[in-house]
């Protein structure tokens, strides 16, 4: 175990810092240090300890015991606003912009610019945050109302409005989860320019070739303890996962049970919308895990989204278990056996403030939980309590609310939702965004499971090295079309970039696999 070591060079140190809430040690003696001018990677489970420590920095939660120092001096945060002036900025992964504000609002609100100290000069408040969005080289309209933007573009406003306080430490809480990357690249020039003397970055992320990109050292925290710091560029990932989750993780596994003539569930043919996507075609076979991979903005998420009726298309056709279907709405789709796990999970896939049972039985409330206009509790608790032991979900009952759980958890609570439904046919769009090394793992052995079982899967993912290790099939987008369809075995990170990069009327083919071209009529 490394010991914290102190110095001049010393920008923020934590040491000896304990907290709980009741029932739960939430830390235990943790220690770290960042030294000025570097970028900190911090890493654990969900659940280490990560977030309770920054809200301790932030002064959201005040510690039990322990110190922190910060430029050498004590640190004693006594809220968020004091954090904020002496010189602490946090960018949560929860957003916590006002929709119906512009962008220039949300970036200074409560610090708006006044004509004599009462009236708002909406003038100087956009040009002081287009020269801030500017210096940032952020594409973003401060006039733009922040509800009506992308998740990456809300989140590029976070950014901008943490930075807006010119802080000397920024702690960054899982900043690239809603990014492309070319919004990534974009994210780590800004983070190198941020960094120089008597400034530094704790950036708290899953993405291990991220924080081996942008790190110089990185920190372990593990069950709410220190576990160890490491130079960057003497440490491997695997090493990495280890140190989080107590043992070794097979990060070079690839999918299991490859193999052609399975029966094709779901036909698309010739699907489009009228604002991306064009011809798309597709086929879905039994026991399958296809991966959708591309570009944010490619219009995989859109296929999604069209195919269960929550967008509208404009053309195309779709044949479940060989029989044209016609979807209106996601409900025609969950009648049909098809379930839709959004990429939002906590706005669109729970009811936060319910309980677990209530989330799990959602979707199957009306056909399987209510007898003569009442709730089958007995009944609904009792399929709860399968699932939640089916599928290895941590909660101390079924009576805790969703809005407590970690996040893969709350995946679960979603992925139990649909298969109380009993649907054939499961849509997972970004399954694992926000969830750790270890949780992922677990997911990624559910996705297994279901797909041995019969279920077939569509699984949507940013993140390569997921879609390689998950597919048996992956479908290329960009721009709205599919570029091509791989094999397992011809799959690379190299050729899906390729063909997630290149221009659709560049191809001299349709994107189609042969094998896929052999199942046509």
């Given at each position: 175990?490394?010991?914290?070591?102190?110095?001049?060079?010393?920008?923020?140190?934590?040491?000896?810092?304990?907290?709980?809430?009741?029932?739960?040690r939430a830390l235990h003696d943790m220690r770290?240090?960042?030294?000025?001018?570097?970028?900190?990677?911090?890493?654990?489970?969900?659940?280490?300890?990560?977030?309770?420590?920054?809200?301790?920095?932030?002064?959201?939660?005040?510690?039990?015991?322990?110190?922190?120092?910060?430029?050498?001096?004590?640190?004693?945060?006594?809220?968020?606003?004091?954090?904020?002036?002496?010189?602490?900025?946090?960018?949560?992964?929860?957003?916590?912009l006002v929709p119906h504000l512009t962008v220039?609002?949300?970036?200074?609100?409560?610090?708006?610019?006044?004509?004599?100290?009462?009236?708002?000069?909406?003038?100087?408040?956009?040009?002081?945050?287009?020269?801030?969005?500017?210096?940032?080289?952020?594409?973003?309209?401060?006039?733009?109302?922040?509800?009506?933007?992308?998740?990456?573009?809300?989140?590029?406003?976070?950014?901008?409005?943490?930075?807006?306080?010119?802080?000397?430490?920024?702690?960054?809480?899982?900043?690239?989860?809603?990014?492309?990357?070319?919004?990534?690249?974009?994210?780590?020039?800004?983070?190198?320019?941020?960094?120089?003397?008597?400034?530094?970055?704790?950036?708290?992320?899953?993405?291990?070739?991220?924080?081996?990109?942008?790190?110089?050292?990185?920190?372990?925290?593990?069950?709410?303890?220190?576990?160890?710091?490491?130079?960057?560029?003497?440490?491997?990932?695997?090493?990495?996962?280890?140190?989080?989750?107590?043992?070794?993780?097979?990060?070079?596994?690839?999918?299991?049970?490859?193999?052609?003539?399975?029966?094709?569930?779901?036909?698309?043919?010739?699907?489009?919308?009228?604002?991306?996507?064009?011809?798309?075609?597709?086929?879905?076979?039994?026991?399958?895990?296809?991966?959708?991979?591309?570009?944010?903005?490619?219009?995989?998420?859109?296929?999604?989204?069209?195919?269960?009726?929550?967008?509208?298309?404009?053309?195309?056709?779709?044949?479940?278990?060989?029989?044209?279907?016609?979807?209106?709405?996601?409900?025609?789709?969950?009648?049909?056996?098809?379930?839709?796990?959004?990429?939002?999970?906590?706005?669109?896939?729970?009811?936060?403030?319910?309980?677990?049972?209530?989330?799990?039985?959602?979707?199957?409330?009306?056909?399987?939980?209510?007898?003569?206009?009442?709730?089958?509790?007995?009944?609904?608790?009792?399929?709860?309590?399968?699932?939640?032991?089916?599928?290895?979900?941590?909660?101390?009952?079924?009576?805790?609310?969703?809005?407590?759980?970690?996040?893969?958890?709350?995946?679960?609570?979603?992925?139990?939702?649909?298969?109380?439904?009993?649907?054939?046919?499961?849509?997972?769009?970004?399954?694992?965004?926000?969830?750790?090394?270890?949780?992922?793992?677990?997911?990624?052995?559910?996705?297994?499971?279901?797909?041995?079982?019969?279920?077939?899967?569509?699984?949507?993912?940013?993140?390569?090295?997921?879609?390689?290790?998950?597919?048996?099939?992956?479908?290329?987008?960009?721009?709205?079309?599919?570029?091509?369809?791989?094999?397992?075995?011809?799959?690379?990170?190299?050729?899906?970039?390729?063909?997630?990069?290149?221009?659709?009327?560049?191809?001299?083919?349709?994107?189609?696999?042969?094998?896929?071209?052999?199942?046509?009529?």
């Amino acid at each position: 175990m490394t010991g914290v070591m102190t110095g001049p060079d010393v920008l923020l140190e934590v040491e000896g810092v304990n907290k709980s809430f009741p029932g739960v040690r939430a830390l235990h003696d943790m220690r770290l240090e960042l030294r000025s001018g570097e970028v900190l990677a911090l890493v654990g489970e969900n659940g280490a300890g990560k977030s309770t420590l920054m809200k301790l920095l932030s002064g959201i939660h005040t510690p039990d015991s322990g110190s922190f120092r910060l430029g050498g001096r004590p640190y004693e945060p006594s809220g968020p606003r004091h954090a904020l002036e002496t010189g602490i900025s946090i960018i949560h992964q929860e957003f916590n912009l006002v929709p119906h504000l512009t962008v220039a609002q949300n970036i200074f609100i409560g610090r708006e610019p006044r004509r004599a100290r009462v009236l708002l000069d909406e003038r100087r408040l956009n040009a002081d945050a287009a020269e801030l969005l500017d210096r940032l080289h952020l594409p973003l309209d401060p006039r733009a109302v922040a509800g009506e933007l992308t998740v990456a573009h809300q989140q590029m406003v976070e950014i901008a409005k943490a930075l807006s306080y010119r802080p000397r430490v920024l702690i960054m809480d899982e900043p690239t989860a809603a990014l492309n990357d070319a919004e990534v690249a974009t994210l780590h020039g800004l983070i190198r320019r941020f960094t120089g003397p008597g400034t530094g970055v704790i950036y708290i992320s899953h993405r291990m070739e991220e924080i081996k990109r942008i790190a110089d050292r990185v920190t372990v925290i593990r069950d709410g303890e220190y576990i160890g710091t490491r130079e960057m560029a003497g440490v491997t990932t695997p090493e990495i996962i280890a140190l989080m989750v107590g043992r070794a993780i097979d990060t070079e596994a690839r999918p299991q049970d490859v193999r052609a003539g399975r029966e094709v569930v779901l036909s698309v043919r010739g699907l489009s919308t009228k604002a991306l996507l064009k011809d798309v075609s597709f086929d879905l076979r039994h026991g399958e895990i296809l991966g959708f991979a591309g570009l944010m903005g490619a219009g995989r998420t859109e296929v999604a989204r069209a195919l269960v009726g929550a967008d509208r298309p404009t053309g195309g056709s779709v044949t479940l278990h060989g029989r044209p279907v016609r979807i209106g709405n996601p409900a025609d789709a969950a009648k049909l056996g098809i379930g839709y796990l959004s990429e939002d999970r906590k706005r669109y896939g729970l009811l936060l403030e319910q309980d677990v049972k209530a989330n799990i039985a959602l979707s199957a409330l009306a056909d399987s939980f209510t007898r003569a206009g009442f709730v089958a509790d007995r009944a609904l608790r009792a399929t709860a309590e399968r699932y939640v032991g089916t599928l290895r979900i941590k909660t101390p009952s079924v009576d805790q609310t969703a809005r407590n759980l970690s996040g893969g958890n709350q995946q679960k609570v979603v992925i139990a939702k649909w298969l109380a439904k009993d649907c054939d046919v499961l849509i997972f769009d970004e399954p694992t965004r926000g969830i750790d090394v270890g949780a992922k793992e677990e997911i990624y052995q559910l996705l297994g499971e279901l797909a041995a079982q019969g279920k077939s899967i569509i699984m949507i993912s940013s993140e390569l090295p997921e879609i390689l290790r998950m597919s048996h099939r992956v479908v290329v987008m960009s721009e709205g079309r599919v570029t091509r369809v791989l094999q397992a075995a011809e799959a690379t990170q190299e050729t899906i970039m390729h063909y997630a990069t290149v221009r659709p009327d560049e191809l001299p083919g349709d994107g189609e696999d042969e094998e896929q071209k052999a199942g046509r009529p």
